[in-house]
């Protein structure tokens, strides 16, 4: 794996521990429901179970996780669409998120997060593609 995937990964369970308000890698096991050395295993092996983390934290903007920047915590949006955009490396990816009138709070939640991870599928094929 390369320096900066070594680099994505830490960079991502820190900024989760802040996200998370968490000092120590054992808080954000305990939160996880995971023990420290899954943690500890994650770093040494330079990749994690990004979907287990999508679904413990929902709340946090994955953009947040990746870059560190922008708004930490998804809010509740009142219109009837929103877009969606991670970025990983140089791939930027975008997907208009559309809510029914009756999607509310969690809902929305779910289907942005639905959206993300179909954005970061794309993005590992296109890494993949690329060699």
Known sequence: MSRENLQIVEKI????????????DKELANHL?????????????????????LTKCSDISIDYLITGEGPIYLN??????????????????????????????ENRKIIELEAQVSILRDIIIE?????
Do not use: P, Q
């Not at 509740?76 to 009138?101: F, P």
């Open 13 to 24: 369970l820190n900024n989760l521990k802040i996200a998370l308000k968490m000092k120590s």
């Open 33 to 53: 429901k995971l023990s420290t050395a899954a943690i500890s295993a994650w770093r040494a092996r330079n990749s994690f179970d990004f979907l287990l983390i």
């Open 76 to 105: 509740e949006r009142n219109d009837k669409y929103s877009y969606v955009e991670v970025s990983a490396g140089n791939l930027v990816s975008e997907k208009r998120v559309e809510y029914n009138k009756d999607d509310k709070g």
């Open 127 to 131: 890494k993949d593609k690329k060699g």
